[in-house]
């Protein structure tokens, strides 16, 4: 069963802070999160393990609170690069495999 | 980049006929899985391989089959193509579960 993310959408002007989430059904041993820009394959951002470990890359970070099954990935100060739509990818205990959100897209304008 | 590429990048074909594309890894990873990218559906898991010819069904896994007897290649197989399958797959890698999934170009399908 696919995770769910919210928004489905969302327009920045440069410099604005968003996030995202992403919630299961399932108990989860990992989020992953991704990038993808139009017209090319999604680009891994992060991963998160049980235990609520929040991590960053660059000004973009998500935390995991895995009593809720639910991720967030924060964009902060956005830039224009940080248009694209994002992913989040779950995965369940005793799983090898990812289900993947259907996914929100971010523009990000001057 | 990941040593990861696809074949045809691009195909256009008629219903009914047979269709294969083709996944090629030069990281040696265990893990390799072909999903579809449908607008509104995200990415969605075909079928996966951990290891060679081990293989197992995804949630989408109706009129496709797979096949993998070298750690390299990953190959998809649509035995008769409907327009239904018409869409963008991806093929990944990945070494072991906490690894990041590195995507493939993609290869973009019309079935007309």
């Known amino acids: 069963q696919q995770p769910v993310q919210s928004p489905q959408a969302v327009i920045l002007r440069e410099g604005e802070d968003a996030v995202i989430n992403c919630s299961s059904s399932?108990?989860?041993?990992?989020v992953h999160w991704y990038r993808q820009k139009h017209g090319e394959a999604p680009v891994f951002l992060m991963i998160?393990?049980?235990?609520?470990e929040q991590k960053g890359h660059d000004k973009i970070s998500a935390s995991f609170n895995e009593k809720k099954q639910q991720s967030s990935l924060y964009l902060t100060a956005s830039q224009l690069s940080y248009s694209g739509t994002y992913f989040c990818?779950?995965?369940?205990?005793?799983?090898?495999?990812?289900?993947f959100g259907a996914g929100t897209t971010v523009t990000v304008r001057a | 980049d990941a040593g990861i590429t696809q074949s045809p990048r691009h195909k256009v074909t008629e219903t009914g006929t047979p269709v294969t594309l083709r996944c090629h890894q030069t990281?040696?990873?265990?893990?390799m899985y072909w999903y579809r990218q449908d607008p509104g559906h995200g990415l969605r898991l075909i079928h996966y391989?951990?290891?060679?010819?081990?293989?197992d069904k995804g949630e989408v896994s109706d009129g496709y089959s797979v096949s993998r007897s070298k750690t390299e290649d990953f190959l998809l197989t649509l035995e008769s193509a409907t327009s239904s399958q018409t869409s963008v797959y991806f093929c990944?890698?990945?070494?072991?579960?906490?690894?990041?999934?590195?995507f493939g170009p993609g290869t973009r399908l019309t079935v007309l």
């Open positions: 990818g779950t995965e369940s205990f005793n799983d090898y495999k990812l289900s």
């Open positions: 399932k108990a989860l041993y990992s």
């Open positions: 998160l393990l049980k235990g609520g």
């Open positions: 990281e040696n990873h265990r893990y």
């Open positions: 391989s951990y290891g060679v010819k081990d293989t």
């Open positions: 990944a890698i990945t070494g072991t579960r906490q690894d990041t999934q590195y």
